[in-house]
């Protein structure tokens, strides 16, 4: 299992406001940055969040990101159907390693 | 536009070798790093490693050194993950990614389509 805590599934009704969590450790989220991944099944990833809390190219304000120690929460607002997807947070370890959330499905009831 | 292509998907036999391939276009080649994501049948991304084409630096996850090996060729673009023998557990689909490296920050802004590896008897 990965060394970054992601719970395995979150669900929220279309226009709610949901959020991921990430828990890590000072070997890797309380020393580095964070960046956030959506991949919808069947497709590649595609980055929305890096540097903790700036939105990738052309990802709507929706979607925010922060961190506070050893952990990390990716926010998004306003659901929408096509927001189902799993969410990934990643993250530099000093183990020398990129590291990678074990994922968070999102269902969008 | 920014492009990374990857080659086809493999059936192999264990033990067999094996190289995929991804060709990028739409920037320079050898201005940013190229990484290797795999992500095995219905599990979540693993950071395989990562090569800069300008001059061949490469680091790998601690999880694939010495399974795996990473390479680009400037001449086309290209950058290749290689299995000198393949295992079943190697059975994933494969994608590169360009990345952004700042320090010991990667993020991976553009992928390929991904490279479904099987290897089975």
């Known amino acids: 299992q990965s060394v970054l805590t992601q719970p395995p599934s979150v669900s929220a009704a279309p226009g709610q406001k949901v959020t991921i969590s990430c828990s890590g450790s000072?070997?890797?989220?309380?020393?580095?940055?964070v960046s956030w991944y959506q991949q919808v099944p069947g497709t590649a990833p595609k980055l929305l969040i890096y540097?903790?809390?700036r939105r990738a190219s052309g990802i709507p304000d929706r979607f925010s990101g922060s961190q506070s120690g050893a952990s990390a929460t990716l926010g998004i607002t306003g659901l929408q159907t096509g927001d189902e997807a799993d969410y990934y947070c990643?993250?530099?370890?000093?183990?020398?390693?990129?590291?990678f959330g074990g994922g968070t499905k999102l269902t969008v009831l | 536009e920014v492009q990374l292509v990857q080659s086809g998907a493999e059936v192999k036999e264990p033990g067999e070798s094996l190289k995929i391939s991804c060709k990028v276009s739409?920037?320079?080649?050898?201005?940013?790093?190229i990484g290797w994501v795999r992500q095995m049948p219905g599990k979540g991304l693993e950071w395989v490693g990562i090569?800069?084409?300008?001059?061949?630096?490469?680091r790998y996850s601690p999880s694939f050194q010495g399974q795996v090996s990473i390479s680009a060729d400037k001449s086309i673009s290209s950058a290749y993950l290689q299995w000198s023998s393949l295992k079943a557990s190697d059975t994933a689909m494969y994608y590169c990614?360009?990345?952004?490296?700042?320090?010991?920050?990667?993020?991976?802004?553009?992928w390929g389509q991904g490279t479904l590896v099987t290897v089975s008897s």
């Open positions: 990643v993250t530099w370890d000093s183990s020398l390693s990129v590291v």
């Open positions: 090569i800069y084409p300008g001059d061949s630096d490469t």
């Open positions: 000072s070997s890797n989220i309380g020393n580095n940055y």
């Open positions: 540097d903790n809390n």
């Open positions: 739409g920037y320079s080649f050898t201005s940013y790093w």
């Open positions: 990614a360009r990345a952004l490296v700042r320090g010991v920050n990667y993020y991976f802004d553009y």
